[in-house]
Nanobody, 122 residues
Framework: QVQLVESGGGLVQTGGSLKLSCAAS????????MGWFRQASGKEREFVAG????????YYADFVKGRFTISRDNSKNTVYLQMNSLKPEDTAVYYC???????????????WGQGTQVTVSS
């Protein structure tokens, strides 16, 4: 079992940047592909970005390509999401997640953090 705790959310203006962090504890961090998902009010949760076990593979939803960057530091058991050029439609609760499967199998992410709110004002 892996425990995940997100941080770094907040309020930012359109065009601004935020960096989310997710600290993992429990089972070996290197065993997990890591991902970020988000859920806007009244909408279903959606995949944002994922990164493979050693960070060599990254995978992004089309709506964040070129704006968001996922990375991981296995020495710190932490995964990051750098978010640039933020838009009001990026407003959501952002969740960190872990999977023992491929980063491309987004349905296999089954360990979740509590979420952190990101609000982008227009």
């Amino acid at each position: 079992q892996v425990q995940l705790v997100e941080s770094g959310g907040g309020l930012v203006q359109t065009g601004g940047s935020l960096k989310l962090s997710c600290a993992a504890s429990g089972r070996t961090f290197n065993d997990y592909a890591m991902g970020w998902f988000r859920q806007a009010s009244g909408k279903e949760r959606e995949f944002v970005a994922g990164i493979g076990w050693i960070g060599g593979t990254t995978y992004y939803a089309d709506f964040v390509k070129g704006r968001f960057t996922i990375s991981r530091d296995n020495s710190k058991n932490t995964v990051y999401l750098q978010m640039n050029s933020l838009k009001p439609e990026d407003t959501a609760v952002y969740y960190c997640a872990a999977s023992r499967s491929s980063v491309y199998q987004t349905e296999t992410f089954n360990h979740w953090g509590q979420g952190t709110q990101v609000t982008v004002s227009s």
